[in-house]
């Protein structure tokens, strides 16, 4: 994996976090990784900062494979390390941020996505100096947390690029596959309420219908042309979803159960261009969401990339060469910082 300039590892400690349930915790952990070069205007405030956001089944470090990386971050290409400072968080609940299996399991605060937004937002402001965004970049979860920045925050960045979200209420397909999940812990015998002392085993055997509902048809008929492929293929993702821990997993799904942007829309004030991929059936276009929220935000644009031989459906979101150009010409279209 490519070391990028300045590549910088941080873990800050947000003292008595306040969740939208009105659950404290004394100490929130937020793990960050930056990297790229800061440009500061005359007041010495940072001036060319972008956020990046994770999917559900990543963390920061989603934004340093080579998949993604290579694609965005290298000389010449949309952003530019050279040109831009990039921050990737582990949003809470994931990665190195603070999260149930720290200890607290069961007992962790329940948080939502809103929550996500507020930690980012204190971390951007409180401990890297960041005042204002030159650009939200995200993926799945993270786009879903873009449309919210925005609306949260409005005059806190110039632009906002969700890929691979709906500006709408968590609900059809998406959520379903999420509650089949959130049930299979909750009904796992192991689960004990969360007080396991051994990662439940049960539940795995029902997790590959998230793979299933994020993956092209096309892409899982091509891994699985056969009764024994798909035999195959059904073992490895079982094997990957055991590798999570129960609890973790559990408020991750829940966490996304009162997303629905729609309400606020008209509250987005920074230019948008939202990317959505025509073979997500997560985010099906035949749904018609995208197009009519986004004429409520003045000057915003939207695109669906056409399915084709090398797009993934959701997992598009990883193949950052598929969209970059996108990207690219979005980032081209704005005013000076």
């Keep these: 994996m490519t070391s990028w300039p300045n590549q910088t590892e941080h873990l800050f400690i947000l003292k008595n976090f306040v969740f939208a349930s009105g659950e404290p915790l004394a100490e929130l952990k937020q793990h960050v990784v930056t990297f ?40 010449g290409q949309p952003l530019d390390a050279g040109k831009f400072f990039l921050v990737a968080g582990d949003m809470i609940g994931f990665g190195r941020s603070s999260k149930p299996s720290n200890g607290l399991r069961a007992r962790f605060p329940h948080y939502r996505y809103a929550d996500m937004v507020t930690a980012q937002h204190q971390v951007l402001t409180k401990h890297l100096g960041v005042r204002h965004l030159r650009l939200v970049l995200g993926l799945s979860m993270g786009g879903m947390l873009t449309w919210m920045f925005g609306e949260m925050y409005p005059d806190f960045m110039d632009a906002l690029m969700p890929i691979a979200s709906q500006p709408g209420p968590m609900s059809g397909r998406n959520w379903i596959q999420r509650r089949i999940n959130i049930e299979a812990i909750r009904s796992d015998p192991e689960w004990n309420n969360g007080d396991y002392e051994r990662n439940p085993t049960r539940w795995v055997l029902t997790a590959p219908i998230g793979a299933l509902m994020t993956q092209s048809v ?51 004030k920074a230019r948008l261009f939202a990317l959505n991929f025509a073979d997500d059936a997560l985010n099906p276009p035949e749904l018609g969401v995208l197009e009519p929220a986004i004429a409520r935000i003045p000057g915003a644009r939207c695109k669906t990339l056409p399915a084709g031989a090398l797009t993934q459906g959701h997992y598009t979101t990883m193949r950052a060469e598929l969209w970059q150009g996108h990207l690219g010409a979005f980032l081209a279209g704005l005013p000076p910082a």
């Design 36 to 75: 790229g070069t800061p440009t500061r205007n005359a007041a010495g405030e940072i001036t060319n900062a972008v956020l990046l956001l994770h999917n559900t089944t990543g963390s920061g470090a989603t934004w340093l494979s080579p998949e993604i990386a290579d694609h965005l971050f290298a000389p």
């Design 218 to 268: 096309v892409r899982i008929q091509e891994m699985a042309p056969t009764r024994a492929a798909a035999d195959e293929l059904y073992r490895r993702f079982v094997e990957r979803a055991a590798k999570g821990d129960a609890n973790d997993r559990l408020y991750q799904l829940e966490a996304s159960m009162d997303y629905d942007p729609s309400g606020a829309l008209d509250r987005i």
